[in-house]
T-cell receptor, first 111, second 116 residues
Framework: GIQVEQSPPDLILQEGANSTLRCNFS?????LQWFHQNPWGQLINLFY???GTKQNGRLSATTVATERYSLLYISSSQTTDSGVYFC?????????????FGTGTRLQVTL | DGGITQSPKYLFRKEGQNVTLSCEQN?????MYWYRQDPGQGLRLIYY???????QKGDIAEGYSVSREKKESFPLTVTSAQKNPTAFYLC???????????????FGEGSWLTVV
């Protein structure tokens, strides 16, 4: 199956700082999503981005499908950004999604 | 509000008991999923269903069972055969068929299961 690696595993930032999270995957994919899991366990979908660039407020994501990686940018970080960020990928679409998740990047934003 | 409702939030199970976790969605999604998350780990797929009365095993189906009698409901039973059931369980749902948002997946708030 597809392997998904995320880096860094842990990240501590001061409020206001910027950061870049990376997701590498081992095969071509048709489905790539970024998620944020808050400290209470709720998983929120941030981006569906199998290729290209998208932006949503202070967050943006870029996937370079030909080089098999995706980046999540967080600008002007806030304490509410704390939690775990997951990347998940899948090779096929058009059927139920069998996403493969990375082990996540744990982000802590301090005052 | 549209969304996915899981219950209970917290559940304690004695060894040898079966327990059932509920998942209901009102998003009119075709597919539903159950994932397991262990501390510090990513999510692993237990079972999924694309249509009523049909479901498939995921990567870690042993010791679990599911049913899909209604489009809105996909309960998960953790049986006594699951030797290490203590974990966080997440239910999810998606459309099927791609499109601009693809198979964007939506999650419930999760259920914490502890074996005592």
């Amino acid at each position: 199956g597809i392997q998904v690696e995320q880096s860094p595993p842990d990240l501590i930032l001061q409020e206001g700082a910027n950061s870049t999270l990376r997701c590498n995957f081992s095969d071509s994919v048709n489905n790539l999503q970024w998620f944020h899991q808050n400290p209470w366990g709720q998983l929120i979908n941030l981006f569906y981005i199998p290729s290209g660039t998208k932006q949503n407020g202070r967050l943006s994501a870029t996937t370079v499908a030909t080089e098999r990686y995706s980046l999540l940018y967080i600008s002007s970080s806030q304490t509410t950004d704390s939690g775990v960020y997951f990347c998940a990928v899948e090779r096929y679409t058009g059927t139920a999604s069998k996403l493969t998740f990375g082990t996540g990047t744990r982000l802590q934003v301090t005052l | 509000d549209g969304g996915i409702t899981q219950s209970p939030k917290y559940l304690f199970r004695k060894e040898g008991q079966n327990v059932t976790l509920s998942c209901e969605q009102n998003l009119n999604h075709d597919a539903m999923y159950w994932y397991r998350q262990d501390p510090g780990q990513g999510l692993r797929l237990i079972y999924y269903s694309q249509i009523v009365n049909d479901f498939q095993k995921g990567d870690i189906a042993e010791g679990y069972s599911v049913s899909r009698e209604k489009k809105e409901s996909f309960p998960l039973t953790v049986t006594s055969a699951q030797k290490n059931p203590t974990a966080f369980y997440l239910c999810a749902s998606t459309w099927i068929g791609g499109g601009a948002s693809g198979n964007t997946i939506y999650f419930g708030e999760g259920s914490w299961l502890t074996v005592v």
